[in-house]
């Protein structure tokens, strides 16, 4: 089983940026389909992006042109890029591996807070 350690989260201002990565302790070359999510205080966790195997990707509409996806096979890590942050995108954020729907992986979390 694959074990994935989020990492990046904490307190930024609105406007600002952060980048978070995902470590996994196994190769995720073979796993289909690598994500972030995100939950908020009171609100159900969501899609915020996703990548395949072969590059492709997928995001929340409200996040779309302010946050890229990536993946490094060699290093085993999956980022996130988030630009022009914003008080809504305050929520941990999980990091999800997904494998052809025969098994699903979740992170323990690393909080994002945006504020001024």
């Known amino acids: 089983q694959v074990q994935l350690v989020e990492s990046g989260g904490g307190l930024v201002q609105p406007g600002g940026s952060l980048r978070l990565s995902c470590a996994a302790s196994?190769?995720?070359?073979?796993?289909?389909?690598m994500g972030w999510y995100r939950q908020a205080p009171g609100k159900q966790r969501e899609l915020v992006a996703t990548?395949?195997?072969?590059?492709?990707?997928n995001y929340l509409n409200s996040v779309k042109g302010r946050f890229t996806i990536s993946r490094d096979n060699a290093k085993n890590t999956v980022y996130l890029q988030m630009n022009t942050l914003k008080p809504e995108d305050t929520a941990v954020y999980y990091c999800?591996?997904?494998?052809?729907?025969?098994?699903?992986?979740w992170g323990k979390g690393t909080l994002v807070t945006v504020s001024s």
């Open positions: 999800n591996a997904n494998h052809e729907g025969l098994w699903s992986t």
């Open positions: 196994g190769s995720i070359f073979s796993i289909n389909r």
């Open positions: 990548i395949t195997s072969g590059g492709s990707t």
